[in-house]
């Protein structure tokens, strides 16, 4: 249970306050952020995939990341945006949505390894995705 709690302050921290309008370097840092998670659920849907990983853990660590990316998913689709880069904020906004979606789905089937072997390489490509809307 300590190792769960321990988990999850890094993402706490990572998701942080997502008021005021969005800019070029807001956009930057919530696209960044997108990519960080869909390397965190690369990780755990490997370990999944393999069995190397407790169910209990993967059903917690899967719950607490999808609220996350859905709470940024969300913050992302209501905030005002700079001019220009509406398009691109609305992107990461979706990006954020999908990869809540799938954490969603490695949190409701922690024993099966084919969906997380199949979520692993769409949270690849998610993260990189996320990496070209940073730039």
């Known amino acids: 249970m300590k190792r769960c709690a321990l988990a999850l302050v890094p993402v706490l921290a990572l998701v942080g306050c997502n008021g005021g309008t969005v800019d070029r370097h807001a956009l930057k840092r919530d696209s960044e952020k997108i990519s960080s998670f869909a390397a965190e659920g690369e990780l755990l849907a490997n370990d999944m995939s393999r069995g190397a990983t407790t169910t209990i853990f993967a059903r917690v660590h899967s719950k607490e990341l999808s609220a996350a990316m859905s709470n940024l998913a969300d913050a992302l689709a209501e905030r ?3 001019p220009g880069i509406e ?3 609305r992107q ?5 949505a999908t990869v809540s979606a799938q954490f969603e789905q490695l949190q409701l089937h922690p024993t099966d390894r084919v969906l997380a072997k199949r979520l ?13 809307l940073s730039k």
């Not at 990461?92 to 954020?96: M, P, V």
């Not at 692993?120 to 070209?132: I, L, S, T, V, W």
């Open 120 to 132: 692993r390489e769409a949270f690849r490509a998610d993260g990189d995705a996320a990496d070209r």
């Open 80 to 82: 005002k945006t700079s």
């Open 87 to 89: 398009q691109k904020v």
């Open 92 to 96: 990461a906004s979706k990006l954020a």
